[in-house]
């Protein structure tokens, strides 16, 4: 089996406790992987796909995604390793995107990705992903919130779910208990030790 290369990007809080999802992880599957974190400057700027108005405080979406996915196609240029590409929340939603951009991740750990992104769903329904397996992931009670975009994010994962298994895809779509915030770092290390099996 080739080595797996796990790539996941992280901001200033997450790298706090990196070191303790890279654990939760070998906890589950051994030690037979290596994990890249790749930092961002921007998490709104940095991951977002496209260009999008705020959907909660000031700050908007500025549409970088594509200088982050080249700065991890750097990293991810070694044909005999396996590369999973994830993350939680907007970086889930990266992950999910950069799939649709490369054939060169296998898998995708997309925890709790923020699929309530303007345009998205259809921007998924539309193309075709180039990885093999998904994993998606989401809290309980993340889709009853009040926020009315962010609300569509249940439905918006469903439409995915069922759209990646009907195109052939091996998708799993896995609830969690609670809402957005709760369990990031175990959340996010079953993702990736799913995507690795």
């Known amino acids: 089996m080739n080595p797996v290369v796990m790539i996941q990007p992280v901001d200033e809080r997450e790298m706090s406790f990196i070191d303790d999802e890279i654990a939760a992880i070998r906890d589950i599957i051994g030690d037979d992987f290596r994990f890249v974190p790749v930092k961002v400057d921007n998490w709104n700027d940095d991951l977002s796909p496209w260009e999008a108005p705020p959907v909660f405080g000031k700050e908007g979406f500025g549409g970088g995604a594509q200088k982050t996915l080249d700065t991890i196609m750097k990293i991810a240029d070694d044909p005999s390793n396996t590369y999973i590409i994830g993350g939680y929340s907007l970086a889930g939603l990266f992950a999910l995107w950069a799939a649709y951009q490369t054939d060169v991740f296998e898998s995708v750990a997309a925890a709790s990705p923020s699929v309530w992104f303007p345009g998205f769903t259809k921007y998924i329904t ?3 992903i180039k990885a093999q397996k998904v994993y998606l992931s989401l809290g309980d009670k993340e889709e009853k919130v009040k ?3 962010m ?5 918006n994962i469903r439409t995915i779910h069922a759209h990646l298994k009907s195109s052939g895809t091996d998708c799993i779509l896995e609830y969690n208990s609670g809402n ?4 990031v770092l175990q959340r996010t290390a079953r993702a990736f030790a799913a995507s690795a099996r």
Do not use: A, I, R, Y
């Open 126 to 128: 539309e193309h075709d």
């Open 147 to 149: 926020n009315p975009v």
């Open 151 to 155: 609300s569509t994010v249940g439905d």
């Open 180 to 183: 957005h915030f709760k369990d």
